[in-house]
């Protein structure tokens, strides 16, 4: 355990916690330190402190205006429904932007203009071809398959804002948080990067698997028959 100011507490045996050693001499005493040396500090809540992210009993989930609540979503709302209730947190939609409390927003880079004031915090700047995205501590990072975690602690409420660049992508990356298994994710403090699809070399103008993926180049040459004939 690491104090604010660097202090260390290391204890190479707890007897003195169990009954009936923690009324010897002045064990009492010590515990009540250790009590108030525990709980003084502040901890700074971080992304792989999900689901302990949110204090508030009720958490306001806000879909962008371009993200439509359909039936994946939905399904992926409630999973997040379920791994909140280890902390007694109750989910509410939310039709208009929340001011205050605990938000989840969720969204793509196509709404980054409505987002705003949820994504200015993090100086977050899209290219004009819309290939990459401009993130503090990653640089440049593809959109293709892509999403991102942005986490903000305030007095007010926190608030933990999701994007990827299609509604598929963000089903994806919301199922991800859910699970509070961040494989395929980079956490760096407030900020992640989560692969969650495919990278657009991959896709075709359709959004499918492009045919030099899946079709094997044609062979070449005149067959050669085996000795068997």
């Not at 926190?158 to 963000?170: G, I, K, M, S, Y």
């Amino acid at each position: 355990m690491l104090s604010e100011n660097g202090n260390v507490l290391v204890f190479g045996d707890f007897t003195f916690l169990s009954s009936p050693y923690q009324n010897v001499l002045d064990n009492s005493t010590l515990i009540a330190n250790i009590a108030d040396f525990a709980l003084g500090g502040k901890q700074n809540i971080l992304l792989e402190n999900f689901p302990f992210l949110f204090t508030q009993p009720v958490l306001q989930v806000y879909p962008a205006p371009e993200v439509q609540l359909t039936a994946e979503i939905i399904s992926a709302i409630s999973g997040l429904q379920t791994s909140l209730k280890i902390s007694e947190i109750e989910i509410r939609i939310a039709t208009k932007t929340p001011r205050d409390g605990d938000v989840l927003v969720l969204g793509t880079f196509a709404d980054a203009e409505e987002l705003a004031s949820y994504i200015n915090p993090f100086n977050i700047s899209l290219d004009e071809s819309g290939d990459t995205i401009t993130l503090k501590n990653f640089g440049d990072i593809g959109r293709a398959g892509n999403g991102i975690l942005l986490f903000e602690e305030n007095k007010n409420g926190n608030r933990l804002t999701l994007l990827a660049e299609t509604p598929e992508d963000l089903i994806a990356l919301l199922s991800t948080v859910s699970s509070g298994s961040f494989y395929g994710c980079i956490l760096q403090d407030n900020i992640g990067i989560c692969s969650v699809g495919y990278g657009g070399s991959f896709l075709d103008e359709t959004g499918g698997f492009g045919e030099d993926v899946l079709t094997p180049e044609p062979a070449t040459g005149d067959a050669t028959p085996t000795p068997a004939g």
